[in-house]
């Protein structure tokens, strides 16, 4: 019962977080924080199975922040039909260099995914 309530309260803070202007990174705590339940996910999590595996699926490591942070600039880029320039991505971002070098594949990717989108409309 508690799980399945946890379970949806999550989902919907999911997504409000998803939307914010200015990207926030989805961590247990951050989830457990905004709903008062911190204590719960870190003390009784085995007994929140659901709950357990829909926060699995939806934290983010560091990378993966500073990807989904990268890629919401990007298309901010795109959709003011501004040039994409990696510089402009990594500043605006706010990533150190050595972690943007370590990540630029996975942009080249979304850029070019973005592109195809595009010629594909």
């Known amino acids: 019962m508690r799980d ?5 309260k999550i989902k919907l ?3 409000e ?15 457990g924080k905004r709903l008062n339940i911190l204590a719960n996910l870190e003390r009784r999590g085995h007994k929140l199975p659901k709950t357990t595996q829909l926060l699995n699926e939806i ?3 560091v990378r993966e922040f500073q990807i989904r942070r990268c890629c919401q600039v990007i298309d901010q880029m795109i959709e003011e039909n ?3 320039l990696f510089s402009g991505v ?3 971002s706010n990533i150190q260099a ?6 630029k594949p996975q942009l080249e990717a979304y850029i070019k995914l973005k592109i ?3 010629i594909d409309k």
Do not use: G, N
């Not at 202007?21 to 951050?30: D, F, G, N």
């Not at 050595?98 to 990540?103: L, M, Q, T």
């Open 4 to 8: 399945q309530e946890y379970y949806e």
């Open 13 to 15: 803070l999911y997504k």
């Open 17 to 31: 977080l998803l939307d914010l202007k200015r990207p926030l990174r989805i961590t247990k705590s951050v989830i």
């Open 59 to 61: 934290t983010e490591s």
């Open 82 to 84: 501004e040039p994409v």
């Open 90 to 92: 990594r500043a605006i």
């Open 98 to 103: 050595h972690h943007f070098k370590a990540i």
């Open 116 to 118: 195809m989108a595009e």
